[in-house]
């Protein structure tokens, strides 16, 4: 069973920054895509940023050059760097992994659907 547990989340002033955790457990599928979504009251849950295994990386055009996905191995830990935040981006913050999916699944429409693997989620509030 594959457990996803996020952290980092908190409240920052606009233009600052935040650095998402992911721990995953006991994943061992050769072939995967671990992403970051985000769902803001009243709004659908959205694609962030994917990582697969490959190394391939996607971003939703609303946070690219802002947010940095990256996945360190070794911890089995993955990451979002948050930067020059906005209020706009006041969500609660969830990872998800699936097998043998490439990383444009996370930004593709409706793509959490393809995700099975998901965090409770670590919530994130930017003030202006």
């Known amino acids: 069973q594959v457990h996803l547990a996020e952290s980092g989340g908190g409240s920052v002033q606009a233009g600052g920054s935040l650095r998402l955790s992911c721990t995953i457990s006991?994943?061992?599928?050769?072939?995967?895509?671990m992403g970051w979504f985000r769902q803001a009251p009243g709004k659908e849950r959205e694609g962030v940023a994917g990582i697969d295994s490959d190394g391939s990386t996607v971003y939703a055009d609303s946070v690219k050059g802002r947010f940095t996905i990256s996945l360190d191995n070794a911890k089995n830990t993955l990451y979002l760097q948050m930067n020059s935040l906005k209020p706009e981006d006041t969500a609660m913050y969830y990872c998800a992994a699936e097998g043998f999916r490439p990383a444009s699944m996370v930004v593709a429409v409706n793509g959490r659907n393809g995700f099975g693997y998901w965090g409770k989620g670590t919530l994130v509030t930017i003030s202006s």
């Open positions: 006991e994943y061992t599928y050769s072939s995967y895509c």
